[in-house]
């Protein structure tokens, strides 16, 4: 089993993504998509007047504060929009997808967070009313059902609270849980950038092995929602995934190169 996370950042080519995807499918291999939309859900926030609200926590963690409204904003794009555009690119390509949320038969579960504690203006302060949350357990009930009767799922935020409330969750940290919970052999985490950096944005930086053992050393590399990724990466080859791989998700065959050796391979 793979576990493919693709991101949500400008220049992500998804027909790219979904085709490699598709014949690696159709020829048999197991996969699972998990995607994100945060380019998007910007768009569309500021499109309707509720502009993203990024809050910095104080060991310089950046991640969305989501009010209701953001939340729902949050899900119309994650599960309608971007979901329901990969599930349509991925059956036009005989791949027989089925888009689910964290929500849905509890794929994804966390605690609510319900405040954050937030840098502003060199100061830190509480804010209340977020539905965020971390992904703590993985149920793959409904995950094996799908694939032992040949459907591919395309999972995505938000994770469902212990109390059944919706939560905003990291998508790469989802996907490092359920590649343990499935006891996956790779786990791909793609982006418009093409792998883990020394000096971000310089593309001829790239760092192409780090040491499983390692990995959290190599978080002084990364810069805001990267380090959610290397965490993530972390979380993962600590819970048992031989490999994670950092790679480029804007052309060619995303998928294939990085189980290639292409990005940056934590193993
Ligand atoms: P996605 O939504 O595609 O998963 P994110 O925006 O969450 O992607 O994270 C990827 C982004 O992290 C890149 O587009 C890049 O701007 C940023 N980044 C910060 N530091 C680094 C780094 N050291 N190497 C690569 N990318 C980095």
């Not at 939340?71 to 390509?93: A, P, S, T």
């Not at 792998?195 to 780090?210: C, F, H, N, V």
Request: glycine content about 12%.
């Amino acid at each position: 089993m793979i576990v493919v996370k693709v991101g949500g950042s400008a220049g992500i080519d998804y027909d790219a993504v979904c085709a490699d995807l598709a014949a690696r499918w159709n020829a048999g291999e197991k996969l699972i998509l998990v995607h994100g939309g945060s380019g998007e859900t910007n768009r569309v926030a500021e499109a309707l007047g509720h502009p993203p609200r990024f809050v910095t926590s104080p060991s310089g963690y950046t991640s969305r504060f989501t009010d209701r409204q953001t939340l729902e904003i949050f899900e119309m794009v994650y599960c309608g929009k971007i979901n329901k555009g990969i599930v349509e690119r991925l059956q036009r390509l005989g791949v027989n997808a089925v888009g689910l949320s964290g929500l849905d038969g509890r794929i994804f579960e966390g605690r609510h967070k319900d405040s954050v504690r937030a840098v502003e203006n060199g100061k830190t302060k509480v804010l209340r009313g977020d539905h965020t949350g971390t992904v703590e357990r993985v149920n793959t009930g409904l995950i094996e059902l799908l694939l032992g009767a040949g459907y591919l799922p395309v999972l995505t935020p938000p994770a469902s609270s212990y109390e059944g409330v919706a939560i905003n969750v990291d998508g790469d940290r989802a996907a490092a849980a359920l590649a343990v919970a499935l006891k996956a052999e790779a786990l791909l985490l793609l982006s418009n950038v093409p792998g883990l950096l020394r000096a971000y944005p310089d593309e001829a930086s790239l760092i192409r092995q780090i040491p499983a053992d390692e990995v959290e050393s190599y978080l002084e590399f990364a810069q805001d929602r990267m380090k959610k990724k290397v965490l993530g990466a972390a979380e993962a080859v600590a819970g048992g995934v031989k490999r994670v791989i950092f790679g480029d998700a804007r052309a060619g065959q995303p998928i294939t190169a990085a189980l290639d050796g292409a990005g940056t391979v934590v193993s």
